[in-house]
């Protein structure tokens, strides 16, 4: 399985922008690049996913390297509901073999928000 | 749409103990999984269902456990002769099939406390 590496914690302040990092030096060609959050006390929840242009949507926004062995997921203005846990995971387009369709979770990143 | 849900939301039982689990996806996801989440860890994947077929087991998946998805819509999960090693989050994920990202919606979760 195709690794990613996130930091164990990160800390911003209220309405500032957020930058969580995500390296993924083994990526294919063919995998996806997908964050997931979990609040506290609740199940993942999907904020984006991207190929190999930057995205954006409602949630946030996805930076993509231009060698895709790493990413940047931005949260414009954190609000203390952004604190979670944040995963960085890879899943590949479509299917290629026993595992294409679950998620393989790491550790993520602790995004906690300072009011 | 309702997103999916769980029951029950919390179970305690006595080691030794049979328990059930259920699952009810959003309505048009043809694809089910199963998770299970330990204190501090990510998720982890346990099962697959597509439509009514159970696809793909885990290791993590011993002879205790057993899911089912009749009929393709909701799914049970029975863990026979609980012990304390399976305290833990269980979560279920749904997602529609096809070509493309297949981002999961998670349930909240059941919280089990084997004692």
């Known amino acids: 399985d195709a690794k990613t590496t996130q930091p164990n914690s990160m800390e911003s302040n209220e309405e500032e922008p957020v930058h969580l990092p995500c390296n993924h030096s083994?990526?294919?060609?063919?995998?996806?690049i997908h964050w997931y959050r979990q609040l506290p006390s609740q199940g993942p929840e999907y904020v984006i996913h991207?190929?190999?242009s930057n995205v954006n949507n409602r949630m946030a926004s996805l930076a993509i390297a231009e060698d895709r062995k790493s990413s940047t997921l931005i949260l414009h203005r954190a609000t203390l509901r952004d604190a979670a846990v944040y995963y960085c995971?890879?899943?590949?387009?479509?299917?290629?073999?026993?595992?294409?369709?679950?998620?393989?979770f790491g550790k993520g990143t602790k995004l906690s928000v300072i009011p | 749409d309702t997103g999916v849900s769980q029951d029950p939301r919390h179970k305690i039982t006595k080691r030794g103990q049979n328990v059930t689990f259920r699952c009810d996806p959003i309505?048009?996801?043809?694809?089910l999984y199963w998770y299970r989440q330990t204190l501090g860890q990510g998720p982890e994947f346990l099962t697959y269902?597509?439509?009514?077929?159970?696809?793909?087991k885990s290791r993590l998946l011993s002879d205790r456990f057993s899911a089912e998805r009749p009929k393709g819509s909701f799914s049970t999960l029975e863990i026979q002769r609980t012990e304390q090693g399976d305290s833990a989050m269980y979560l279920c994920?749904?997602?529609?099939?096809?070509?493309?990202?297949?981002?999961?919606?998670f349930g909240p979760g059941t919280r089990l406390t084997v004692t």
């Open positions: 994920a749904s997602s529609l099939g096809g070509q493309g990202a297949n981002e999961q919606y």
């Open positions: 083994t990526i294919s060609g063919t995998d996806y």
């Open positions: 991207g190929l190999t």
């Open positions: 995971i890879l899943r590949p387009r479509g299917y290629s073999g026993a595992g294409s369709y679950q998620l393989t």
């Open positions: 309505s048009e996801h043809n694809r």
């Open positions: 269902f597509q439509n009514e077929a159970q696809l793909e």
